[in-house]
């Protein structure tokens, strides 16, 4: 979806997080609109993980302690952890057992299952791309979701340990879920809409949304042509709040409007 914020053109691009053929997709967007800034939905430590990523495939210039002839790889070649994910969860579940707060757990299920659609990598491979592209062109590339002291913040402020609890439950029966007959779009829509129907887990990914849209408008302001990268989850809500952020500035004010 394109969009103009003020005198800048604003390309948003839903991906499928995760699937690896969706690299070649923002490779496509990228090289069509000629973006002169790119926007990617994580915080400054993912940018990091995925340069450090980049890095040990010899995809992106390596500086000291990063460089990967000076350590052993942490991850594989696709970008997942070394010890990788078990081909069925019958034969090793003990990293499906208890969720809790592990995250990584949650992305390691939804990995697994969004693997029926193809291969899959981590760190998504669309943000690899686009901070590949980015090394590559000398366009910027800006990190514009919360960092972690927000996020966890943010997250506290909404999720109670008896939502915490609850979510549990609704990772494992997901663990276990059929999604058949979905294209990797309407599984990736559907997971989201199962694991996030909590509401404070919802509240937490509304602020994602305003965070990411405020972002994008940020970067309007400095390009002309941004390509903003987003979890095809978390479109509609960007959009919503780019489009709201957008009418804001040009509303007058209500002392402007009656001075006129």
Known sequence: MERAVGPSAVLILGSVRGLLAESGEVRAAADAFGP??????????????IEVVLKEKGQLAAKGENDPDSQKPAHGPTGLPLEGIPKDFDDDPSDYEDFGLFVSSSD????????????????????????????????????????????????????SAFTLIRQGRVLRKLAKRRFDGLTAEEFALSWDARINHLDGYRAVERAREERVAAGILG?????????????????????????????ALQTPSASGASAR
């Open 36 to 49: 002169d800034c790119i926007v990617l939905p994580i915080g400054e430590r993912e940018r990091e993980e």
């Open 108 to 159: 390691m299920v939804f990995m697994k299952r969004l693997s029926v659609w193809g291969e899959v990598e981590a760190p998504p491979p669309s943000y690899q791309e686009g901070i590949r592209y980015g090394s590559k062109r000398g366009v910027p590339v800006l990190a514009v979701d919360f960092d972690d002291d927000a996020y966890t913040e943010v997250f506290l402020r909404n999720v």
């Open 219 to 247: 970067a309007a302001r400095g390009h002309r042509r941004v390509l903003a990268i987003v979890e095809l989850e978390r479109m509609g809500g960007v959009l919503a709040s780019l489009d709201r952020f957008a009418a």
